[in-house]
């Protein structure tokens, strides 16, 4: 039943969604016992407010392929350790084959699965092994499965409706509790907690989520999940001017160890909190970072002598809100706005306004530049609020290296700005770095971080505002200190309806 009190309207409506392609990869694994990663072929996934998480994903004949393609060299492989996996000891070879589809079909569809989809899979044996062998049978039993709609999606359509809401099954329950926190199937704690009823219950649910936290799974889906929201997950995709930035190509692949490194340290094995990810002054590098950022040592070193404050000073940020060839204070800017401060500014192409383009010219420095956009009467509104909070980080070049002056002009960097914006945290900065400092002091800054974490966690970003709203007022009745760390705003939509319930559009 839907808890007393619980508005309808703010549920999220019934319906599924398509497997990432890490999830994808994450479920073959843990169903075949593979270690081959063929999802790294696929198509890259579609993006809600930066999360690939999101009910957007689809088919199509591009993917369709690739999943195809997949799925046969999947279950080859599989046909190989048949005689191990799945022995057929016995004369009539059929009743093994369903045996098998009996017993792992239900992993497969993460769902006990019915007579009439046991006899469709029943046919695909015969039909592979028809004048071949038990062995080629399961194979095609396998690629099927692999293929199938309730294995690439998650469903959450409840049992049936009552007075327009349904309850998720218990396997669903199960499924978007593991997927949520893991990327990956249900385990067998998991599916036995879920067939006593445990899941039913906000505590029952909250044990199984510290439970699963304490993972590697989870650890990877939680540095994904902090890493789409700020857009640096992005950072192994781009490229520099190797004439401008030599070295950047050099040190990519050490800030995306940063990121994974600083975000598991930050939310297991320090604070934990959104304050700590976005104010803490140190960091965790391999020797070659560390020279990007001047300092010395390798794993969690401080960064106090540099004065670089928070993730969002960090390369990995500095670089994807970067040019090829120079720093990107719009970029910067519109990333903070949106990401952090939950205050996105207007498209200019929704608008209908023809932004003017900035200008190469050496004897001026990138801020000047890009203040023309402040001097045209048709940007200056917007970009009065963009600007202060792109401009503050210009001490850091396109690769997040500090600098006092640019690279090709020479002159000096100002990275001075006054913020006048209507929010608490409005006042004047040196630099970026009193500005994340200013932000991770932020009630702001952790409710930004509660919508995006919302967002990402139930898969929708369009359309359910209502459902946001109705997550962010439990969540702000959380005691202060777990309103500010990662584990407990989770913990906080694992308990409650919206994460049960849905409603029937």
């Known amino acids: 039943p839907l808890p007393e009190g619980t508005d309808v309207a703010s549920l999220l409506p019934a319906g599924l969604r398509r497997l990432t392609t890490a999830e994808y990869g994450a479920s073959v694994r843990a169903l075949l016992d593979t270690e081959e990663a063929p999802e790294a072929d696929f198509a890259p996934d579609a993006r809600q407010s930066g999360f690939t998480t999101n009910e957007a994903q689809r088919v199509d004949p591009v993917l369709a392929r690739q999943i195809s393609d997949a799925a046969k060299a999947l279950a080859a492989e599989f046909k190989a350790k048949v005689e191990t996996v799945a022995p057929c000891a016995a004369a009539d070879e059929e009743a093994c084959a369903r045996t098998f589809i009996e017993s792992f079909g239900p992993r497969v569809y993460r769902r006990p699965i019915d007579t009439a989809e046991i006899q469709s899979m029943l046919g695909l044996y015969r039909a592979g092994a028809e004048g071949a062998s038990y062995a080629d049978g399961i194979e095609l039993v396998v690629r099927g499965m692999l293929q199938s709609a309730s294995f690439l999606y998650l469903t959450?359509?409840?049992?049936?409706?009552?007075?327009?809401?349904?309850?998720?099954?218990?396997?669903?329950?199960?499924?978007?509790?593991?997927?949520?926190?893991?990327?990956?199937?249900?385990?067998?704690?998991?599916?036995?907690?879920?067939?006593?009823g445990s899941?039913?219950?906000?505590?029952?649910?909250?044990a199984e989520v510290r439970r699963l936290l304490d993972g590697a799974d989870a650890r990877r889906r939680i540095v994904r999940l902090i890493s789409e929201w700020l857009g640096i997950d992005r950072v192994d995709q781009i490229a520099k001017d190797t004439l401008v930035y030599p070295n950047f190509a050099s040190v990519r692949d050490s800030m995306v160890a940063e990121n994974a490194g600083f975000i598991t340290e930050v939310v297991w094995s320090s604070q934990g909190t959104v304050s700590e990810l976005l104010g803490a002054d140190w960091t965790v590098a391999d020797g070659e970072l560390a020279g990007h950022y001047g300092v010395a040592g390798t794993g969690r070193v401080s960064l106090a002598e540099t004065g670089r404050v928070g993730i969002l000073n960090h390369a990995a940020f500095l670089s994807v809100y970067a040019h090829a060839n120079e720093s990107a204070p719009i970029l910067r800017g519109v990333a903070v706005l949106s990401r952090v401060v939950c205050v996105p500014p207007p498209d200019p192409a929704v608008l209908q306004l023809a932004v003017p383009p900035v200008v190469p010219d050496e004897t001026k420095t990138t801020r000047a530049r890009f203040a023309l956009h402040s001097d045209a009467p048709e940007c200056a509104n917007c970009h009065r609020t963009i600007d202060p909070f792109g401009f503050a980080f210009e001490l850091y070049d396109g690769t997040g290296k500090y600098r006092t002056t640019e690279e090709v002009s020479g002159l000096p960097v100002d990275s001075s700005v006054t913020l006048d914006v209507g929010s608490p945290f409005d006042g004047s900065y040196a630099d970026s770095n009193e500005l994340a400092a200013a932000l991770a002091a932020s009630d702001e800054a952790r409710e930004c971080f509660a919508r995006h974490l919302f967002r990402s966690v139930a898969a929708r970003s369009v359309g359910v505002r209502e459902s946001e709203d109705a997550f962010v007022e439990a969540w702000s009745e959380l005691e202060a200190g777990d309103r500010d760390r990662v584990m407990e705003t989770l913990v906080a939509y694992v308990k409650s309806p919206l994460f049960t319930h849905r409603r029937v559009p």
């Open 156 to 196: 959450e359509l409840g049992g049936t409706p009552a007075s327009g809401v349904v309850s998720l099954t218990r396997s669903e329950l199960a499924s978007s509790l593991s997927y949520l926190l893991t990327e990956a199937p249900p385990d067998n704690a998991l599916l036995e907690a879920a067939s006593a």
């Open 199 to 206: 899941l039913d219950t906000p505590e029952g649910r909250e």
